[in-house]
């Protein structure tokens, strides 16, 4: 079969596998009682072409002889192999399911999959377990799973078929656009309908159709390498037999797991300076992404693979499901030792690429054995970077020393003589040509109007390189050049489906700023003192969550696909709608103006499972309280599924790298606190790297037994507080020598020393009768040593408020 053929072969696969099911979101719209595979076949032929095209994937991709279609019923020779590969693909991809002897239901709604998460040291999970409502995914707002008393009974089967259908008929691309399609319009339908006893479906049907998509492709390729007799085979029943006799002998291994892991992230987004480093840290961020995602495309187009087979991407790594054939596994060499040579050139050795892969069967992808698949994964993973220039010796070797160039760069310190100026409105200075063009990057993805970022065939509309490749923006889809080859979609990357194309690649940037300038921000958003926080967050034993978080018989590659896919729309979509509209915000009285509602800061970083955020320090610190709620609620209040964050404060003249490790070890600090024998699940706030007698930061807050505690007392100083309208602070309604008072007690308590109790008992006397002050210094002369520290925090942030 000739490379042409070969690529339509998988083409076809892989949207045959995206739409195979379609019919299940057909048939609960419109209550018809027929089975899901006539509901689809027809759906799709009365669409017309091309989607009549790929009707023989609904029709026939089941195997049961009592259906009224099956895969004994294809009459079209044509299409024999391609079909019984995507029946083979769905057994597999469905194999997860438990067997259900209980009933049907259409408005069963899709089970939270963080819910069923469980890591042996933590607490059992005791709310209520949490569903998604039925509904179209949005860019612009935040999807929450809710207990089936409180979740709306509303299921819109309707509108989502009417969704996918104007849309489909609006427009045709391939796999890479049916896949944004299919996530807008699937992501919260149940992937099946069977309820039992102590059983709902909590696997996405998108998730379940990108699967089967993802198998389907690597089995034909490895059978087209392999098996190419199969091919000639007319009688899909008899291709299905062979397909599973031949595949399923011992040592043949269809499925390779594939892991690409960018090196030395940390270090090149924080390992610059200069007044305009915050908007560099920005476009450094944005730009790494934009490399994994050109990355991860180049390798598939080389291949000659389909998006389909993304797994997950984000968080500085990407994997993969691709066919164990000789040909992949060379082109994997050749492709990491290609781009290793290409970002050493670029970047100096700063970025580089770790890559690894393991073979796997068909067994292999039932739940129960595809945990160790992944474990192998990492274990070769590490020691891939344990060796991060492999191979480029001659390289590394010939590599002159920069040292005799006579200027450096302003912005990242590499020398050279080859500087441009930086005449960018108000930059001044002389940076390098990769900082040049960060800078102009910075610029340009700053401006909310600017959507895509597309590969440039014009030099003079160049704004960005991304691996030798210049890129250009774009506000609308209209005003991208034809000759463009790829495009990435930043903003609402599933709102203008109809009229974006296979070229456009969802690449949501968390990139949310009240302004672009630090001091704007700290000006109209400090309350107080005028200090800039700073907040690094990430999610706790992620690791051990994808490891084993799940009992051995929910180990399945479509629940590894959702709750990779669920991590990425909260830290990619949700962060930036939970900037723009707070729920805490203790002081509303001092925010006016046509933006009131967005915090005050700018977020740097948010993918993956981890953020950073600066701004003003009290809407910095009111954040970090509203995105832990908000991802307690998105993991169902899950004990094992936590987030933990540290926030420090700095002067506006801080280094940004200087800030951005301050941060860092505020987040590791919060790891390290236990409340009640749990351990992490903490915020670290006003983060100094100040130590207690034990050699313990204690402004370490628990966040479901000891951080609303601190915010309920916090809001109970401010009940009569009053807010002048000519400054920016807040009067209260004791001394701050009282709140000062209330630190000293935590000081002395902190030191050991045992009077501190009795300097409490004696401060509550001096105080007035029936006062705020009398009844603080009573309570603290009898309260464990938790409730002194959570009040001495709470009055050292009222007392940062009311300077």
Not at 27 to 53: C, D, F, S, Y
Not at 164 to 174: I, M, V
Not at 262 to 288: C, E, N, P, T, V
């Amino acid at each position: 079969m000739i490379e042409e053929e070969r690529r339509d072969f998988l083409h076809d696969l892989a949207i045959g596998g995206l739409l195979h099911d379609i019919g299940k979101v057909v048939q609960r719209a419109k209550g018809i009682r027929k089975n899901h595979m006539e509901v689809g076949g027809e759906w799709l032929t009365e669409l017309g072409p091309p989607w009549e095209k790929y009707a023989w994937a609904a029709f026939y991709h089941h195997t049961d002889y009592k259906a009224a279609t099956a895969l004994k019923d294809l009459e079209d020779a044509g299409k024999a192999v391609g079909a019984a590969i995507i029946a083979h693909a769905d057994n597999l991809s469905a194999s997860e399911r438990e067997d259900v002897t209980g009933k049907w239901d259409k408005d069963v709604p899709l089970r939270n999959i963080f819910d069923v998460v469980r890591l042996k040291d933590c607490e059992g999970k005791t709310s209520e377990d949490t569903y998604f409502p039925v509904t179209p995914l949005d860019d612009r707002g935040l999807i929450m799973p809710a207990s089936k008393k409180s979740s709306s009974k509303e299921f819109n089967y309707g509108s989502l078929e009417e969704g996918l259908k104007d849309t489909l008929k609006g427009s045709f691309g391939g796999p890479t656009w049916i896949l944004r399609v299919l996530e807008r319009y699937t992501s919260f339908v149940p992937s099946d309908t069977a309820i039992g006893e102590g059983r709902t479906p909590d696997i996405s049907l998108y998730d379940h159709l990108r699967t089967t998509a993802m198998i389907a492709v690597c089995i034909g390729d490895f059978v087209m390498e392999n098996y190419p007799q199969l091919l000639r085979e007319k009688d899909p029943m008899e291709c299905y037999k062979a397909l599973e006799r031949e595949l399923k002998r011992d040592n043949v291994s269809p499925f390779l797991m594939v892991e690409g892991d960018i090196r030395g992230i940390q270090k090149y987004i924080y390992d610059i300076s200069g007044k305009k480093a915050l908007r560099s840290l920005r476009a450094r961020s944005f730009y790494l992404e934009a490399v994994l995602e050109s990355t991860l495309s180049d390798l598939l187009e080389s291949l000659g693979m389909p998006m389909t087979q993304v797994l997950f991407v984000g968080g500085g790594h990407w994997i993969l499901l691709l066919p164990n054939t000789k040909r992949v596994n060379m082109q994997l060499e050749d492709f990491k030792q290609s781009l290793n040579r290409k970002l050493y050139k670029l970047e100096d050795g700063k970025l580089s690429l770790s890559l690894a892969w393991v073979p796997f069967g068909w067994e292999d992808l039932k739940e129960s054995k595809l945990n160790y698949v992944f474990k192998q994964m990492a274990l070769k993973l590490a020691k891939e970077r344990c060796r991060p220039m492999d191979g480029l010796l001659d390289e590394i070797l010939g590599n002159q020393n920069d040292d005799y160039f006579s200027k450096s760069c302003i912005i990242c310190g590499r020398r050279t003589d080859d500087l441009k100026s930086l005449d960018l409105e108000d930059e001044d200075g002389s940076a390098c040509e990769q900082c040049f063009s960060l800078t102009k990057l910075a610029k340009e993805i700053s401006d909310q109007t600017n959507k895509y970022l597309y590969n440039e065939p014009l030099s003079e509309n160049v704004v960005v390189n991304i691996l030798g490749a210049p890129y250009g923006v774009a506000k609308n889809a209209k005003d991208i050049p034809k000759g463009t080859t790829r495009v990435f979609v930043l903003r609402d990357p599933h709102n203008n489906l109809q009229e974006e194309d296979e070229r456009f690649i969802s690449l949501p940037w968390a990139g949310y700023a009240w302004d672009d300038e630090i001091g704007k921000v700290c000006d109209d958003g400090c309350i107080g003192a005028h200090k800039l926080g700073a907040l690094r967050m990430d999610v706790d034993n992620l690791g051990r969550i994808f490891a084993e978080g799940l009992d051995k018989n929910k180990y399945s590659l479509s629940r590894i696909a959702t709750m990779s896919r669920l991590l990425t729309q909260f830290f990619k979509v949700y962060i930036p709608v939970i900037a723009r509209n707070p729920n805490l915000r203790l002081v509303k009285e001092l925010f006016t103006g046509a933006q009131e509602n967005g915090r005050r800061l700018i977020v740097v970083y948010s993918g993956g499972d981890d953020l950073y955020v600066v701004g003003a320090w009290n809407e910095v610190i009111e954040f970090a309280v509203d995105v832990v709620e908000c991802f307690r609620k998105f993991t169902g209040d899950n004990p094992s599924v936590t987030i933990s964050g540290g926030m420090v404060m700095a002067d506006e003249t801080t280094p940004m790298y200087m800030l951005a490790e301050m941060a860092g070890a505020a987040e590791e600090s919060a790891k390290e606190h236990t409340c009640q024998g749990v351990r992490k699940d903490s915020l670290a706030l006003f983060y100094s790297g100040d130590l207690d007698a034990q050699g313990v930061f204690d402004k370490k807050f628990n966040t479901r037994r000891e951080l609303m505690t601190l915010i309920e007392k916090l809001k109970s100083f401010l009940k009569d507080a009053e807010f002048p309208k000519d400054k920016k602070t807040v009067k209260l309604k004791v001394e701050r020598a009282f709140l000062r008072k209330i630190m000293a007690l935590q000081e002395m308590e902190r030191e050991a020393q045992p009077l501190w109790r009795a300097h409490a008992a004696y401060s509550a006397g001096r105080s007035k009768e029936k006062s705020i002050e009398k009844d603080v210094f009573s309570e603290m002369e009898s309260a464990e040593k938790d409730a002194l520290r959570i009040t001495s925090v709470c009055a050292e942030w009222l007392d940062y408020m009311i300077r």
